[in-house]
T-cell receptor
Framework: SQELEQSPQSLIVQEGKNLTINCTSSKTLYGLYWYKQKYGEGLIFLMMLQKGGEEKSHEKITAKLDEKKQQSSLHITASQPSHAGIYLC???????????WGAGTKLIIKP | KAGVTQTPRYLIKTRGQQVTLSCSPI?????VSWYQQTPGQGLQFLFE???????NKGNFPGRFSGRQFSNSRSEMNVSTLELGDSALYLC??????????????FGPGTRLTVL
């Protein structure tokens, strides 16, 4: 079955620094989603990528999907305390269109 | 436009009891998916309902069931609760996951604690 590997599991970053979170699959991804979650709350949609090589940005967050559509990265520039939380990647399993999820990356921003 | 709402937000039950959780999707959304989230297992898919029919089901025992009403509101039920059922239960709505650009919108979750 298709699985998503997220790395790192957790990340502590000094405020103002850049960081990258990765999401990797052994199979081709169809519809890669990035979400952010504050502890104990629902998920907030960040971005969706579909095409190989696609890149999207929103404020200081940029997400990319590689040409083979097997890896995505989420890059945060000049991190702020508001970026702290858990970042999850999800991808569509074409066979049943169900979303499968990575385990999440916990991001802590040190002031 | 109102977001996805879930009730109740918090619930404490004892082993052996049953519980019903409710989810109201965004107006116009016909698909509702349910997830269980625990620190150890992460986000696990329970089931998806579309137009009152269960379309997909995850690998959970039969104690976990759900339904969807004609207004797209959905409920999930867990019978004979076990300690391991303690989790954050999230529901998400979308127009139809089988179409492209169809992100899911999540509710705030119901935190279930089983004692």
């Amino acid at each position: 079955s298709q699985e998503l590997e997220q790395s790192p599991q957790s990340l502590i970053v000094q405020e103002g620094k850049n960081l990258t979170i990765n999401c990797t699959s052994s199979k081709t991804l169809y519809g890669l989603y990035w979400y952010k979650q504050k502890y104990g709350e629902g998920l907030i949609f960040l971005m969706m990528l579909q095409k190989g090589g696609e890149e999207k940005s929103h404020e200081k967050i940029t997400a990319k999907l590689d040409e083979k559509k097997q890896q995505s990265s989420l890059h945060i520039t000049a991190s702020q305390p508001s970026h702290a939380g858990i970042y999850l990647c999800g991808a569509t399993a074409v066979s049943n269109y169900q979303l499968i999820w990575g385990a999440g990356t916990k991001l802590i921003i040190k002031p | 436009k109102a977001g996805v709402t879930q009730t109740p937000r918090y619930l404490i039950k004892t082993r052996g009891q049953q519980v019903t959780l409710s989810c109201s999707p965004i107006s116009g959304h016909r698909s509702v998916s349910w997830y269980q989230q625990t620190p150890g297992q992460g986000l696990q898919f329970l089931f998806e309902y579309f137009s009152e029919t269960q379309r997909n089901k995850g690998n959970f025992p039969g104690r976990f069931s759900g339904r969807q009403f004609s207004n797209s509101r959905s409920e999930m039920n867990v019978s004979t609760l076990e300690l391991g059922d303690s989790a954050l239960y999230l529901c998400a709505s979308s127009f139809d996951p089988r179409t492209s650009n169809n992100e899911q919108f999540f509710g705030p979750g119901t935190r279930l604690t089983v004692l």
